[in-house]
């Protein structure tokens, strides 16, 4: 099926370990993005892609790092990972001249657990 | 800055029962606007837009209309089932999108 693929879909690491949630899309789409959920927070943007090459911090960059490998993949990189990052990750892809007609599709998310 | 706030939930009603979630805007420019739903442990599924002023988004049964004079885009149905139980974003776009911080609705039998 068409769409963004995220994996894993649930991770516990322990406070310090490292690990990269990896994201494929297969639509073609120039343009990435990783958020985070918590609860009464909504979706906040890590960082993002606008198209292969380049990356740009959002809101929270700050415990992160990306790679846009190539078009279809971008993952995002936890070097020390801390209690604070326990959240729900999600990627998304978007064409970015239709972005205002077609919003952005979403992967299934990745459950992250820090202890 | 562009933002969204939403009326704050969760929000609880019996199966058959009207809904309205509240959402309104702070932008420069002329943003589309859009609702998203998600499903418990699934992602963001687009659910409707509008992108410009006086437009309805509709799909499922849900309606918004984008007002610009009150910069709202208000959620709406007239008989929620218990299948529309979950998590409802608004959304706008500007040099990104920017959401709110969701609503969640649950329908009971």
């Known amino acids: 099926n068409a769409g963004v693929t995220q994996t894993p879909k649930f991770q516990v690491l322990k406070t310090g370990q490292s690990m990269t949630l990896q994201c494929a899309q297969d639509m073609n789409h120039n343009s990435m993005y990783w958020y985070r959920q918590d609860p009464g927070m909504g979706l906040r943007l890590i960082y993002y892609?606008?198209?292969?090459?380049?990356?740009d911090k959002g809101e929270v960059p700050n415990g992160y790092n990306v790679s846009r490998l190539n078009k279809r993949e971008f993952s995002l990189r936890l070097e020390s990972a801390a209690p604070s990052q326990t959240s729900v990750y999600f990627c998304a892809s978007s064409e970015e001249g239709s972005r205002i007609y077609y919003g952005y599709t979403f992967g299934s998310g990745t459950r992250l657990t820090v202890v | 800055g562009n933002s969204v706030t939403q009326m704050e939930g969760p929000v609880t009603l019996s199966e058959e029962a009207f809904l309205t979630i509240n959402c309104t805007y702070t932008a420069t420019g002329y943003p589309s606007l859009f609702w998203y739903v998600q499903y418990p442990g699934e992602g963001l599924q687009l659910l409707l837009k509008a992108t410009k002023a006086d437009d309805k988004g509709s799909n499922k049964g849900f309606e918004a209309t984008y007002r610009k004079e009150t910069t709202s885009f208000h959620l709406e149905k007239g008989s929620v089932q218990v299948s529309d139980s979950a998590v409802y974003f608004c959304?706008?776009?500007?040099?990104?999108?920017?959401f709110g911080t969701g609503t969640s609705l649950t329908v009971i039998p």
């Open positions: 959304a706008l776009t500007g040099n990104q999108f920017y």
């Open positions: 892609s606008a198209s292969e090459g380049t990356t």
